[in-house]
T-cell receptor
Framework: GDSVTQMEGPVTLSEEAFLTINCTYT??????LFWYVQYPGEGLQLLLK?????DKGSNKGFEATYRKETTSFHLEKGSVQVSDSAVYFC??????????????FGQGTILTVHP | NAGVMQNPRHLVRRRGQEARLRCSPM?????VYWYRQLPEEGLKFMVY????????ESGMPKERFSAEFPKEGPSILRIQQVVRGDSAAYFC????????????FGPGTRLTVT
């Protein structure tokens, strides 16, 4: 079945540092890929998405490129802020087969940014 | 347009009691997904429902768990005879159409079993 693997966390950075959170996936067909963010005590918010190979999703300074050849969708940001502290989830959606649209999530990466 | 509503936000139950979690989808959405987040883990799919129908329950535990989405009213996730291992955050997401990645998440219900 489909699966998503994220880099082990947690990640601790100083403000204005460069961020990379690795994400790789296994799926049949042509899934869509997502990054979600979860702030403390809240639900998940969609951060960015890419629906086909070589697409780049971007939002709020975060970027991720859908790399089919390496089955990856790494999240990057050039300069993090304290307000970026949250849990980040990589996820995929596979419209094919019997998935019925469910999202498959990675285990999440806790990001803490210090002033 | 109000977002996805879940209640209660926090629920404490003793072992053996029943837990009922409610999810009101966004207006105009007739598709609901339930996910469970165990401590320090990612979200795991449980069940997908359309109005009055269960479409995919492949992620639901075989016993004690059930879900419904009636024609009127919220979707309900019901856990009978709760055990400590049921302690988790339960999220629902709604979608405007079938088999869509466009899912909007509620704030979750955090269930604690004592």
């Amino acid at each position: 079945g489909d699966s998503v693997t994220q880099m082990e966390g947690p990640v601790t950075l100083s403000e204005e540092a460069f961020l990379t959170i690795n994400c790789t996936y296994t799926a049949t067909g042509y899934p869509s890929l997502f990054w979600y963010v979860q702030y403390p005590g809240e639900g998940l918010q969609l951060l960015l998405k890419a629906t086909k190979a070589d697409d780049k999703g971007s939002n709020k300074g975060f970027e991720a490129t859908y790399r089919k050849e390496t089955t990856s969708f790494h999240l990057e940001k050039g300069s993090v802020q304290v307000s970026d502290s949250a849990v980040y989830f990589c996820a995929l959606h596979n419209a094919g087969g019997t998935s019925y649209g469910k999202l498959t999530f990675g285990q999440g990466t806790i990001l803490t940014v210090h002033p | 347009n109000a977002g996805v509503m879940q209640n209660p936000r926090h629920l404490v139950r003793r072992r053996g009691q029943e837990a009922r979690l409610r999810c009101s989808p966004m207006k105009g959405h007739s598709h609901v997904y339930w996910y469970r987040q165990l401590p320090e883990e990612g979200l795991k799919f449980m069940v997908y429902l359309q109005k009055e129908n269960i479409i995919d329950e492949s992620g639901m535990p075989k016993e004690r768990f059930s879900a419904e989405f009636p024609k009127e009213g919220p979707s309900i996730l019901r856990i009978q005879q709760v055990v400590r291992g049921d302690s988790a955050a339960y999220f629902c997401a709604s979608s405007p159409r079938t088999n869509s990645y466009e899912q909007y998440f509620g704030p979750g219900t955090r269930l604690t079993v004592t």
